[in-house]
């Protein structure tokens, strides 16, 4: 018998001269002991499983009695009894594709109930060490030094989590279907595409994000209320992780992305201004001896380097001294250098 008719026969898409002629086929020795054979095969995957007893009024053993018996006896064989044969077959074939069905459920529901392990993947730099990565949405990620991400490998098919531990710059792939979820500390961003700086800020016990491009949500990770604020493009927020208070304001933040670039910017920036900067930069305070000190006026644009050498460029365009104890700094009025004549 031609393997791809008995296939064609068990998937009901023979003629009916070929059923006629499988089932003759079934009722030859050769036919019968294949037939007995893949009988034996289906059954014997299931026998070591509970599912073996779907259907335990089916008289399966006398069923195969039956077959033996028309071996011995093959004039009973007839076209008259040919549909009980055809039943016979119906019979067993259902058993099977209902094994297989409820097999299919009973995984289905333990691979509900028993989710895979989640993997995690974890990036990070050392001291004095910038990296760049991508992430497999396409989203970009510049780490600072000393600092971390952490994000589950692949991401959920509703959503993409990332932690993150020291300061990062994102540029955040768009997908409408998997919103990307943020966490720093006590912090949750939420966005869909955008670009922007976040700094946890351990010594000030903060967290700072600075949106270049977009919007984003900041909420508290375990804020029952749901409250969060809504930060768009030149926004700079500061999270407080003691309290929880959130400082807003609208704000170039080209300086906060100074770590990278490398450059600090200012335009007609008062003092006090440019010195809030630099507070948060250099994680340093500063002070000032008079009002009028303090509202000066600054246009410069200045590579980034240490602190001492920056307030030196500051100081000589302004005309100003400053003197520091104990992390701040106090600006000063410069003094006039007195020479005295030979």
Known sequence: MNKQQLNKYFRNQCSPEEIDQVLEWFQTEEGMAHFEASLHRDMHRYADDELLMLYPDIPTDSLLLRIHQSKKNPHRFNHRSSWKIRAFVAVIIGCILAAHSVLYIQFANYAANHPPEITYRTISTEADQHRLVTLEDGTHVRLNSNSSIQLPVPFAPDRRDVSLSGEAWFDVAADSERPFYLT??????????????????????????????????????????????????????????????????????????????????????????????????????????TQQIRDLPLSVDLAKGDLTTVLDIIGQTLGLDYSFEQDTFLWITQQPTITTKQ
């Not at 000030?204 to 604020?229: F, P």
């Not at 910017?265 to 900067?277: A, C, E, K, T």
């Open 184 to 289: 720093a500390e006590q912090a949750q961003i939420q966005v869909l595409g955008t670009r922007f700086n976040v700094k946890i800020d351990s010594l000030s016990q903060n967290v700072q994000i600075a949106v270049a491009e977009g919007r984003v949500a900041l909420n508290q990770q375990a804020d029952e209320e749901g409250r969060s604020a809504i930060l768009t493009q030149k926004t700079f927020a500061i999270f407080d992780l003691a309290t929880h208070e959130m400082l807003i304001e609208q704000t170039p933040v080209e300086n906060y992305l100074s770590w990278f670039r490398g450059r600090l910017y200012f335009y007609n920036d008062p003092l006090w201004v440019v010195s809030r900067y630099l507070e948060r930069i250099y994680d340093v305070s500063f002070v000032f001896d």
